[in-house]
């Protein structure tokens, strides 16, 4: 079966057919129009409780897990797929219809080869054996944040 490729990044995403095997985790969309797949298992889980993660989700933190860039699979809506650089060299992409928060992705550095996918936006239960809080320094008042590690 094809499907569509989109590799979210600094330029502009490109759409590229490709035969899928059974995704390891899927998620999607508030509204349901943009589904993705991933094709290896996420790593360095995090909530993120820095400003602009507050301001891009609405909420006292974001929390994320990550994926190699090429493991990260647009299946369908991808023409809904919208980014912003929120700062420079970082994107995030979210659906242009129902605003769904769905990546990051930095465009330099060790972390260019990786992108991180919102959590809320898996469709199965996803349990991660380590997750950890960051930016705590900024947490929100009003929500009593987390240790800055959990097991």
Known sequence: ??????????????????????????????????????????????????????????AAFASYGSV??????VVAGAGRLRARESSPGVTRSFCGDCGSPLTWHRAHGDAAAWISVSLGTLDAPFAPAKQRHIHLDTAATWHDAAPATTP
């Open 68 to 73: 190699p860039v090429a493991d990260f699979v």
């Open 1 to 58: 079966m094809l499907h569509e490729r989109r590799t979210i990044g600094a330029t502009a995403p490109s759409t590229i057919p490709m035969a899928l095997d059974p995704p390891l985790l899927s998620g999607s969309c508030l509204c349901g129009e943009v589904r993705y797949a991933l094709r290896s298992p996420l790593k360095a889980v995090s909530h993120c409780h820095c400003r602009m993660c507050q301001k891009a989700h609405g």
